[in-house]
T-cell receptor, first 114, second 109 residues
Framework: NAGVTQTPKFRILKIGQSMTLQCTQD?????MYWYRQDPGMGLKLIYY???????DKGEVPNGYNVSRSTTEDFPLRLELAAPSQTSVYFC?????????????FGPGTRLTVL | GQQVMQIPQYQHVQEGEDFTTYCNSS?????IQWYKQRPGGHPVFLIQ?????EVKKQKRLTFQFGEAKKNSSLHITATQTTDVGTYFC?????????FGKGTLLTVNP
């Protein structure tokens, strides 16, 4: 299993540009998440999904959109990039084994908006 | 909304010293997870605590969950340079977790 994969690893955007951050997991996990991590800060939840076709807002959803058409993929869309969206973005998925909620994280996408 | 606070924000120790980070929630948690993030890396799951007063050990790491299930701690005995990184706690509902800001541990060899 590859686990959780994210592309691209790095990206520089100009203000107003749009892009899609890709996230794929091959563990057949139902739950998937997008977080952003600013320097010296914790992880803030952007959006999450509890299954294909179901998504919901997290703590900081403004400026982002998601879709979940398949169990494996959970792309994050930035429509009009702003400098405030400069951050490291992590995708994660959860295995539900009894009461164990171990989140598996992807390697992250480092985004800079200039 | 739910808040999860961690202290200290930073901790620098000499190799061989002990280290403890504390996590406090504004609400009662059903469970709590701990993660480690190496510099430049991604968070990696360490452990989950579920029961009130639970204590779990992983080699030199000891994890505790408070009796009221609102606080937790991670203690590392005799730190090594490989322990360097940021330690996060997270808690919340079964599928929607709130992360603390983390404690950055640096170890002087």
């Amino acid at each position: 299993n590859a686990g959780v994969t994210q592309t691209p690893k790095f990206r520089i955007l100009k203000i107003g540009q749009s892009m899609t951050l890709q996230c794929t997991q091959d563990m057949n996990h139902n739950y998937m998440y997008w977080y952003r991590q600013d320097p010296g800060m914790g992880l803030k939840l952007i959006y999450y999904s509890v299954g294909a076709g179901i998504t919901d807002k997290g703590e900081v959803p403004n400026g982002y959109n998601v879709s979940r058409s398949t169990t494996e993929d959970f792309p994050l869309r930035l429509e009009l990039a702003a400098p405030s969206q400069t951050s490291v973005y992590f995708c994660a998925s959860i295995i539900k084994s009894g009461s164990k909620n171990e989140q598996f994280f992807g390697p992250g996408t480092r985004l800079t908006v200039l | 909304g739910q808040q999860v606070m961690q202290i200290p924000q930073y901790q620098h120790v000499q190799e061989g010293e002990d280290f403890t980070t504390y996590c406090n929630s504004s609400t009662t948690l059903s469970n709590i997870q701990w993660y480690k993030q190496r510099p430049g890396g991604h968070p990696v799951f360490l452990i989950q605590l579920v029961k009130s007063g639970e204590v779990k050990k992983q080699k030199r790491l000891t994890f505790q969950f408070g009796e009221a299930k609102k606080n937790s701690s991670l203690h590392i005995t005799a730190t090594q340079t490989t322990d360097v990184g940021t330690y996060f706690c997270s808690g919340g509902s079964n599928y929607k977790l709130t992360f603390g800001k983390g404690t950055l541990l640096t170890v002087n060899p």
